[in-house]
């Protein structure tokens, strides 16, 4: 069973930087893409950023874009984002989600796997 953890999530004042961890159990993941997601108070989740199987393919939404870094380490079977000057904007809970393809998308509907979510809350 195909399960995901994350973690790394807190409150940070803005500016400050947060690096959200995702544990894949269950699995290998060395074939497979993915994505961060996330959900702010009252709204749909969205899109975050996203990385191919070998990660030499990354996309992020704009809003994130030059802020925050997705990684991944196969033979850990873990994923991150690394979060850099954080806005109040990026309070969310985020989740990771997992594909059974090699490439991101950045379609949530595309993902099989989610994570329960870790809050991120930046305080003005």
């Known amino acids: 069973q195909v399960q995901l953890a994350e973690s790394g999530g807190g409150l940070v004042q803005t500016g400050g930087s947060l690096r959200l961890s995702c544990a894949a159990s269950?699995?290998?993941?060395?074939?497979?893409?993915m994505g961060w997601f996330r959900r702010a108070p009252g709204k749909e989740r969205e899109f975050v950023a996203g990385?191919?199987?070998?990660?030499?393919?990354?996309t992020y939404a704009d809003s994130v874009k030059g802020r925050f870094t997705i990684s991944r380490d196969n033979a850990k079977k873990t994923f991150y984002l690394q979060m850099n000057s954080l806005k109040p904007e990026d309070t969310a809970v985020y989740y990771c989600?997992?594909?059974?393809?090699?490439?991101?998308?950045?379609?949530?509907?595309?993902?099989?796997?989610w994570g329960q979510g870790t809050q991120v809350t930046v305080s003005s």
């Open positions: 990385i191919n199987w070998n990660a030499d393919s990354t």
């Open positions: 989600a997992l594909r059974t393809f090699l490439m991101e998308t950045v379609y949530e509907s595309e993902y099989m796997y």
């Open positions: 269950g699995c290998t993941v060395r074939r497979n893409a």
